[in-house]
Nanobody, 126 residues
Framework: AHLVESGGALVQTGGSLRLSCLVS?????????IGWFRQAPGKEREGISE????????DYADSVKGRFTISSDHTKNTVFLEMNNLKPEDTAVYYC???????????????????WGQGTQVTVSS
């Protein structure tokens, strides 16, 4: 699978962004789990959300729960991450990743994902 992220930008605190992850090289009708991760400078990569193509199950990290929403459009082979009420601590490079399976990856462990995109920068100014 090949993944390409887009939608990163500079935004003010309290603003919103929608990131996109285009998945190619595999059929969206198969059973895949697509996750969003982020990595801020000097920090470890953090799993923030995931969704299954099998039944649309989702999972969120506590740090983004209630502010971020993950969704998918099977007709476009694309997964979206809607980010609202952005904070400076949301500043990071955001990556999408995928693995074959029907269930969400426990605790959004990055080791459970096999294919990664190159990332898109999100910067939230205070």
């Amino acid at each position: 699978a090949h993944l390409v992220e887009s939608g990163g930008a500079l935004v003010q605190t309290g603003g919103s962004l929608r990131l996109s992850c285009l998945v190619s090289g595999s059929t969206f009708e198969e059973n895949w789990v697509i996750g969003w991760f982020r990595q801020a400078p000097g920090k470890e990569r953090e799993g923030i959300s995931e969704i299954t193509t099998y039944d649309g199950s989702t999972d969120y990290a506590d740090s983004v729960k209630g502010r971020f929403t993950i969704s998918s459009d099977h007709t476009k082979n694309t997964v979206f991450l809607e980010m609202n009420n952005l904070k400076p601590e949301d500043t990071a490079v955001y990556y999408c990743a995928t693995t074959f399976g029907t269930n969400v990856v426990v605790e959004l462990n990055e080791l459970g994902f096999d294919y990664w995109g190159q990332g898109t920068q999100v910067t939230v100014s205070s």
